[in-house]
Nanobody, 116 residues
Framework: QVQLVESGGGLVQPGGSLRLSCAASGINFSIDAMAWYRQAPGNQRELVAS???????NYAPFVKGRFTISRDKAKNTLYLQMNSLRPEDTAVYYCNTPLFSQPLPWGQGTQVSVSS
């Protein structure tokens, strides 16, 4: 039984920061790759950042240098530190694993709103 629970979103001003968390059950963070995705209104869900079993990370060009993906294996929790937020970062953020050909069932996501 897999459940993904995202948290940490909120409303921030441009240039602000947020730290998102993803608590997962049924996923072994010591070995499984994990990723953050986001979906803005009218847009497709897109990959934001990923981290593999060895800790190597990859970022979408639109967040590189601003966002940092990390995980705490002991806590089985995935994080996304978001700095220098921009209005175009406004979206619902989700976590999932890219390990399989199809994603696991999506969680509810956490809303990030960047606005003055």
């Amino acid at each position: 039984q897999v459940q993904l629970v995202e948290s940490g979103g909120g409303l921030v001003q441009p240039g602000g920061s947020l730290r998102l968390s993803c608590a997962a059950s049924g996923i072994n963070f010591s070995i499984d790759a994990m990723a953050w995705y986001r979906q803005a209104p009218g847009n497709q869900r897109e990959l934001v950042a990923s981290i593999n079993w060895g800790g190597s990370t990859n970022y979408a060009p639109f967040v590189k240098g601003r966002f940092t993906i990390s995980r705490d294996k002991a806590k089985n929790t995935l994080y996304l530190q978001m700095n220098s937020l921009r209005p175009e970062d406004t979206a619902v953020y989700y976590c999932n694993t890219p390990l399989f050909s199809q994603p696991l069932p999506w969680g509810q996501g956490t809303q990030v709103s960047v606005s003055s």
